[in-house]
């Protein structure tokens, strides 16, 4: 672990697949990579509650929900912050709590159709790497992960995702990336 000095904190590394752990006195500044926080209910149905990447704030000290995971979707590089630290992050916990408010309209849609696409172009818009087609979504999502977000059936996603390809909105790249087509946006 090496310091980071600008916020007094220690960074840490975390392989795709390893969990962040949330405790009640700490934020992660994501200082690289892609997590997404969830929970899940008494059945062990999912919900997401967000995706985050370089520059965002997540823990729990944001959230009143229990249980809540912070995974890594990608490899990540967080720097663990005292609460007691949180004034310098003011501007980073403002900007998680539009992400949030940015997610909730998504899935508030009433189409899974208009929920996908809203949130495929949530994705493009925080993650994406532009590219000749458009915006290259450069981690890897599955189609369990998008229903996931939107609370729906895989079924459904992978049903909506050869309408979207049809339709010439997204164009995909490999199986795990997802480009919009900029003539469609």
Known sequence: MQNN???NSKLHHFSKDNVLPALDDYFWLVET???KTYTWDEEGTLTTMGYWGTGDVVGQPLSRISPYEIICLTEVSASQISIQDSARLSAKIYHHIQQTEELLYIIRSDRIYDKLKRLLVWLGNKFG??????QLIDFPITHQELAE????????????IRQLEEERFIVRD???YIIFNKSTI
Request: hydrophobic share 35%; net charge positive; aromatic share 12%.
């Open 174 to 176: 490999g199986r795990n």
């Open 5 to 7: 000095f600008y916020y």
């Open 129 to 134: 790497q532009e590219v000749e087609q458009g």
């Open 33 to 35: 990579g892609v997590v």
């Open 149 to 160: 977000a939107i609370s729906t059936t895989r079924v459904s996603i992978t049903k909506l």
